[in-house]
């Protein structure tokens, strides 16, 4: 039985537009020096790349699962993800995910609306996707970073990279044994096609079926959220929140002289972060084992704030507000431990 097609929801995404107007024209007469340029080169033009970018991460999504693509690359991590009793479309996704998150996570939903997965593979495969991610953002941060601050640097990223190989094996272990939710069996308790099985509408059909009503349901929860968010950064509530996490971090477990590179770690530039950081180690002001805890302060601090704004609206936009939640929430708790316990393995043996 062909699964029915999905309907565009164009006037809750009118009702959705009209919300955001509002609550945007609101902020403008209630938040100081909110000008027209402002809010056109700091919220309209950003929330435009957003979508576009996320329009074509799902366009590529669609490529992939239209066509033979995802056996192909699904056979990458095969054997990892067979481990953790995953499967193959949940390691396709995870080889997408070094492309691009939002196809990869379009991907894992795709996949559990139609049965082929259950709820908790695409929980793990999500938090598993870490991983990719730490490489697609790796190339733009490395050769920044480690100009500024060299061998502290080179120890951050060490523990960075530890922390996600970590989490990565615990979540694939915590997979393997797992009862019941393995390679066939769905939601039902019915038995997963598999991919060899499942016969392909034409490629150009399944994306003009389905498209137009992923664009509409994630644009519905996206602007309003990304507006909402804006305005309470421009507001400067996230600033107030960095600076009380940040003076309490600092008085209770670093040197003052590090408040300033974890402040400005909290900046929408990280680059600022780890300038100061280089500059407080140049100067004798930091060890390098207090700049490379400093950073790592910096990141746990900040990532949660940093999540809220340019994260959650996409992760509810794809998912669903319950699911997105649950799924940035658990996600950034996993990642905020397994930092926390690399970087007190590194402070006990550093």
């Known amino acids: 039985m062909e699964p029915k ?11 959705s537009c009209g919300v955001s107007l509002a609550v945007l024209i609101a902020g403008m007469f209630l938040v100081d020096n909110l000008g027209i340029h402002r809010v056109w080169t700091q919220l309209l033009w950003p929330l435009t790349r957003l979508m576009f970018f996320v329009t074509i991460g799902l366009a590529f999504g669609q490529v992939i699962e239209a066509s ?24 396709a996704a995870f080889t997408t995910a070094f492309f691009s998150g939002v196809s990869a996570n379009a991907m894992l939903l795709e996949f559990y609306k139609t049965g082929k997965i259950v709820r908790k593979q695409l929980f793990l495969s999500n938090f598993i996707n ?27 990223f060490l523990l960075t990279f530890t922390a996600v190989v970590f989490r990565t094996a615990v979540l694939l272990v915590y997979g393997h044994f797992q009862k019941g939710m393995g390679l066939n069996a769905d939601d039902n308790g019915g038995p997963v096609k598999n991919i060899k099985e499942e016969k392909r509408s034409p490629l150009w059909t399944t994306i ?4 137009p009503a992923r664009i509409t349901g994630i644009a519905i929860y996206v602007l309003p959220i990304y507006v909402l968010v804006y305005l309470l950064n421009a507001a400067g509530m996230f600033e107030m929140a960095r600076r009380s996490l940040a003076a309490y971090v600092v008085t209770t477990v670093m040197p003052m002289e590090s408040l300033s590179v974890v402040i400005l770690s909290f900046a929408a530039e990280f680059t600022s972060g780890f300038a100061a950081a280089g500059a407080l180690l ?44 649950q799924l940035l929430l658990m996600g950034q708790g996993f990642r905020i431990v ?3 316990l690399a970087g007190l393995v590194y402070y006990a043996i550093g």
């Open 5 to 15: 097609k999905p309907e565009p929801k164009y006037r809750t995404l009118a009702l």
């Open 282 to 325: 140049d100067a004798g002001a930091l060890t390098t084992k207090q700049t490379v805890l400093a950073l790592l302060i910096g990141n746990i601090v900040a990532f949660p704030v940093r999540s809220l704004r340019h994260q959650l609206p996409r992760y509810i936009g794809i998912f669903s507000p319950k699911m997105g939640t």
């Open 68 to 91: 033979d693509w995802t056996r192909t690359l699904a056979a990458l991590a095969g054997p990892l993800f067979r481990f953790g009793n995953l499967g193959d479309r949940c390691s």
């Open 130 to 156: 870490q991983l990719p991610a730490y490489f697609l953002h790796l190339p733009t941060t490395f050769f920044i970073v480690i100009p500024l601050t060299r061998w502290a640097g080179a120890l951050y």
């Open 208 to 211: 003009r079926d389905r498209l």
């Open 338 to 340: 397994s930092l926390v």
